[in-house]
């Protein structure tokens, strides 16, 4: 049971420098939180202080926007992928 | 042919591109209040694409022409956020040639329609990679196809000097020379770099402002440790380099909003922010840049 979770070089620090992770299925919180158990301190760079993700962080399941499907409640099945991507873009001023 | 304003204005008069610049400069009352500086913002959204960025895409298109690079139906093409995307494919749509803009996928939907609707082009990277990923799929289209003209924001000197030559003289003539600091965030740079050109020989103390994290919420800032460098970028062109956290620029983008009346990206709100702070540490004259609109993250999280 177990989810594979891509995330951008600007997390790479978070995550001693793993962009490819894999994690155990369940909600997209209990995706976070699986991760944060093996690199502490990743869940306060993609969460809020309520918990809630934060407004620069989205993230996808499978392609499809996490705030759309519940935010941290939604479901992440067995064998799906999860992009964490920086809103911004960067490099336009 | 070194390019000069009034050489750029007489190319684009009697057309919108004619209407780039020479945008309002605007006191910051109510967010000033109480402060020992006196607070002026740069309103680039004023410009007829939306942002700053036009005033580097005309530039760097009509640098493009006069070098004979873009004859024949070349193709205008650069790696973009959005924003230059969005002001390169005005100035295509105006001049002529067909422009096709690389960015990371997953953007703002609204920046993606907008070049649309100018006719150019969209080619979207993985989102992973950001803005660095877009520049380099930019240099691999730009070798391996030949129609292409890479405008390249990142390296191109007629990005910064349209800043030195229009933002900069503007500046120093709406406050009549009264300015004590300039202030901007730091993308390509070339805003920076510049105005530094313009005002700090008249002794204006120009201030950089980068994001204080890879992980950011600041439209088209960079953050420079982490990132690919710009070939214009020069840290010595700032007096002073400080740095912005997303949520400190989010609370400011509100407060312009609702305190100013000014619809900010949050980018806008990183600059105001970052000089709120320094007119909390010094008096004198600061005129800070708000560099887009909010209409274009309307999409996003942060006005939900």
Known sequence: MSVTVRLPGALRDATGGETKLEARAGTLADVISDIDRRHPGFRSRVLDDSGALRTYVNVYIDESDARDAGGTGAAVPDGSEVMVIPAMAGGAV | MTLTADLVRERVRGTILGRIGETPLVPLRRIGAGLRGEL???????????????????????????????????????????????????????????????????????????????????????PLDGTDGAIREARRLAEIDLECVYVDQYSNPANPRAHELTTGPEIWSQTDGRLTHFVAGVGTSGTIVGVSAALRPRGVRIVAVQPDNALHGIDGWKHMPTALRPAIWDERAADEHRVMATDEAIVMTKRLAREEGIFSGVSGGAAVAAAAALAREQPGRIVVLIADGGERYLSTPLWE
Request: glycine content about 10%.
């Open chain 2, 40 to 126: 002026w913002a740069k309103i680039e959204s004023a410009n007829p694409g939306g942002s700053v960025k036009d005033r580097a895409a005309l530039w760097m298109v009509i640098a493009a022409e006069d070098e004979g690079r873009l004859d024949d139906g070349a193709v205008v093409l650069d790696a973009t956020s959005g924003n230059t995307g969005i002001a390169l494919a005005m100035v295509s749509a105006v001049r002529g040639h067909r422009a096709r803009l690389v960015m990371p996928d997953k953007v703002s939907l609204e920046r993606k329609r907008i070049i649309r609707a100018f006719g150019a082009e969209v080619v979207l990277t993985d």
